[in-house]
Structures are given as C-alpha cells and as structure tokens.
C-alpha cells in the first residue's frame, strides 16, 4: 500500500479512449435486482446486458467547464482531511460534513444533506454485494433515481412528502478515488444533454423493507461519453442523479469501465460515493 499511495497522477491521457460499456437490451419485462438475498425460486436479477464499443472523450482539457446543469456531472479540486476513509466513525465526521460542503459550494444550495455513502474496492473476481467483501466497481451503464424513486427517496430521507417541501430539490453524487488515482476502472460518465429519455429503462432496485428504482441506459449511437483520466484523491466528481427542475439536466448515467490504456500493475480501485440531496430556495 505505501507504494500505491504514492503514486502521482498523469494528465497526458490520450484525448478519447475506445472501451466497452455494458448497455441493458429493451424488454417487455420490468429489469430488477436484489440488494439482498431473493425469496427462494426467484431469481436475483432480471435484465440482459450487452457489451458495446463506444469512444469516450478525455474532459481532463475542459473539465473546469463542466457544468451539473449542463452535462450533469462537475469536477471539484477539495482535499479532505479524512484520512482512513474505511474508518466509518472518521467518514461520518469529517467525509459528510465534507460532501454536503462542496456540493453546496459548487450548486450553490441553500442546504445539502448527506443520506449514504458507499466505500468500493476491486477484487478480481468477486461479484457486487459479495457477503464480507468491499462493494465493487458498477460496471453497468445506469443512473441511481428515476423520476420516481427521486422525490420518493427525498421523501423517506427528510420525513415528509417531497412535494410538501415546495422547494427545488436534486440527488447529487460525490464521488472521489481513495489514497491513490483511479486508473483502474474509472468512471466514465454520459452527457446528460445526449441522453433521450426513451433510453432510460426504469428498474426496480429490492432491498429487504424497501423498493427503489434506477435507471438502467439502452445503447443508442448518438450518446456522448467522458471521463476524467487519472482522478485523483484530492478531486470529486459531481454527478447528477435526479433532478426536480425539469429544465436542467437531470440525470448524467455512468459506470466504471475497464480502460485499456490503464498501465499494468495499476493497483485496484479504491472509491468512495456520497450520496446528497440539495435543496435551492
């Protein structure tokens, strides 16, 4: 580990990379997945996936343009003084306080609250949700709110109907690398303005005592698609997950992808996701 910590991050990516990305095919069926163990004969997922070559864009050159309103996603330059994100007590107390900051900072919000985060490390070979294992890279194209699920999920957080707020509200993603740059399987992230909504394909997410729904993405040739190379633990990407003014973007998907131009050697990923909701006066 003392190696890979040190490691320091290299902007000379190329300006697009060609990759593959997991895209859902349309169905009649409703997608699903367990975040928990199915009832007995049923099946933990529904949904076929397919691989697609795409090109994604380099935005390293333009990231300081990106904008959440825009394309749905923005890069910020914070360091953290979180020091051992695997310590839980350490991330609430400094890692939340953290997030709801920045995303307040960058949008602008009148309030940021910080409901979730989730700690990522790659393991080959293991499957997402593995029982003692951290959560793995998502390597399907998706979105974490539908239309539904987003002032449904701003709901249950706040304790009162979304509507009832009678403020704009939006789902925001913190996402940042851990001790080393995310070289390995990053993020790569959709324009939100090159998304047509008949792709979003809504798909329940079953936990034990609650149903969500995200969005899986249906491939579609005239999707743009952009990474940041070599993020950096000092850096957050700022993704858009839901948004309730309709004339913003609203949802940005992404996914981690397998980048073939990652060295050999790249230690695995290690990320950490806050997940926000910010409110606007």
Not at 120 to 132: L, N, P
């Amino acid at each position: 580990m003392s190696v890979a910590t040190n490691l320091k991050p290299d902007h000379s990516a190329a300006s697009t990379v060609e990759a593959t990305l997991q895209f859902i095919e349309r169905s009649a069926e409703k997608p699903y997945i367990y975040a928990g163990p199915p009832p007995e004969g049923v099946e933990p997922t529904r949904g076929d996936y397919r691989p697609r070559p795409v090109r994604i864009e380099n935005a390293r050159p333009f990231a300081d343009r990106l904008d959440l309103d825009i394309e749905g996603v923005a890069l910020a330059r914070r360091p953290t003084a979180v020091r051992d994100y695997w310590d839980e007590a350490q991330t609430l107390a400094l890692g939340h306080p953290e997030a709801a900051a920045l995303v307040k900072e960058v949008t602008g919000a009148s309030r940021v609250v910080v409901f979730d985060h989730t700690l990522r490390r790659r393991s080959d070979g293991a499957a997402d949700r593995t029982v003692g294992v951290p959560r793995q890279p998502a390597t399907r194209v998706h979105v974490d709110q539908t239309v539904w699920s987003g002032p449904k999920r701003v709901g249950e957080i706040m304790g009162q109907d979304f509507h009832a707020l009678g403020k704009r509200a939006a789902i925001i993603n913190v996402w940042r690398p851990i001790a080393y740059p995310a070289r390995d399987w990053p993020l790569v992230i959709g324009d939100a303005r090159s998304i047509d909504a008949d792709d979003l394909i809504a798909s329940d997410l079953i936990f034990p005592h609650r149903r969500g729904e995200t969005y899986a993405l249906a491939y579609d040739p005239r999707q743009r698609w952009l990474y940041v190379p070599d993020l950096a633990p000092d850096e957050a990407l700022l993704i858009k997950c839901w948004d309730s003014d309709p004339d913003v973007a609203r949802f940005a998907p992404h996914s981690a992808f397998e980048d073939p131009s990652t060295p050999p050697g790249t230690p695995p990923r290690q990320s950490i996701e806050f997940r926000t909701i910010a409110f606007f006066d």
